[in-house]
């Protein structure tokens, strides 16, 4: 808890230690942090929600750990946040649409985990690279506001329980690279449009 009185730490990395526990609340006052990196630990419990009181915060990693419970909706506050990875963890819930309103996030990464609900549609009003969603327990269907996302590359939404058919709005990502839409239950036609998208080296459908 004393790390709550470093009120100008800008950068606190504890990744690939034996550091167990709960992620103290006292962090929430770190208010110049901007990267925080909790990564592959033994952490455990939940996301504190008063980390949507880091209002510099660029960067929030806490992959490869024990955390559970849901995704706090106070981390829609964190405007200046790049990068937002999850993954490998206990979480549960749904994807708060708040996360949509930060319009500088270039990386969501959510994979392996027990998040469930639908994607949220405001995700397509982000500034998303990379959106990373695979092996959960997401169900419904693919939110064709996800063709609004122009600068993304990377969009992974396999192993899921998605279902309804491929939006033809994804023929609009022009700077797509990588797709995979495999093992879901995702029905119909391969929409015409996805031959636009000329930058595309990998995609996937298979069962």
């Given at each position: 808890k004393d790390f709550g009185e470093l009120i100008l730490l800008e950068k606190?990395?504890?990744?690939?230690t034996t550091i167990t526990g709960t992620i103290p609340k006292q962090l929430g006052k770190l208010t110049s942090l901007e990267w925080l990196d909790l990564s592959i630990t033994g952490l455990s419990g939940p996301i504190p929600n008063e980390f949507g009181e880091l209002l510099s915060l660029e960067m929030l990693t806490i992959s490869d750990t024990s955390i559970n419970g849901t995704i706090t909706e106070q981390l829609g506050k964190?405007?200046?946040?790049?990068?937002?990875?999850?993954?490998?963890?206990?979480?549960?819930?749904?994807?708060?649409?708040?996360?949509?309103?930060?319009?500088?996030?270039?990386?969501?990464?959510?994979?392996?985990?027990?998040?469930?609900?639908?994607?949220?549609?405001?995700?397509?009003?982000?500034?998303?690279?990379?959106?990373?969603?695979?092996?959960?327990?997401?169900?419904?269907?693919?939110?064709?506001e996800l063709g609004n996302l122009?600068?993304?590359?990377?969009?992974?939404?396999?192993?899921?329980?998605?279902?309804?058919?491929?939006?033809?709005?994804?023929?609009?990502?022009?700077?797509?690279?990588?797709?995979?839409?495999?093992?879901?239950?995702?029905?119909?036609?391969?929409p015409k449009e996805l031959g636009s998208l000329q930058k595309l080296e990998e995609f996937s459908l298979s069962n």
């Amino acid at each position: 808890k004393d790390f709550g009185e470093l009120i100008l730490l800008e950068k606190l990395v504890l990744s690939n230690t034996t550091i167990t526990g709960t992620i103290p609340k006292q962090l929430g006052k770190l208010t110049s942090l901007e990267w925080l990196d909790l990564s592959i630990t033994g952490l455990s419990g939940p996301i504190p929600n008063e980390f949507g009181e880091l209002l510099s915060l660029e960067m929030l990693t806490i992959s490869d750990t024990s955390i559970n419970g849901t995704i706090t909706e106070q981390l829609g506050k964190l405007t200046a946040l790049d990068l937002l990875d999850f993954s490998f963890t206990a979480l549960n819930g749904s994807i708060p649409k708040e996360i949509g309103k930060l319009k500088l996030l270039t990386k969501l990464c959510l994979s392996n985990t027990a998040l469930t609900g639908t994607i949220p549609k405001q995700l397509g009003e982000s500034g998303l690279v990379s959106l990373d969603i695979f092996n959960t327990s997401i169900t419904g269907t693919i939110p064709t506001e996800l063709g609004n996302l122009r600068g993304l590359i990377y969009l992974f939404l396999d192993n899921n329980s998605l279902d309804g058919t491929i939006p033809t709005e994804l023929g609009e990502l022009t700077a797509l690279k990588q797709l995979y839409l495999s093992n879901t239950t995702l029905a119909g036609t391969i929409p015409k449009e996805l031959g636009s998208l000329q930058k595309l080296e990998e995609f996937s459908l298979s069962n």
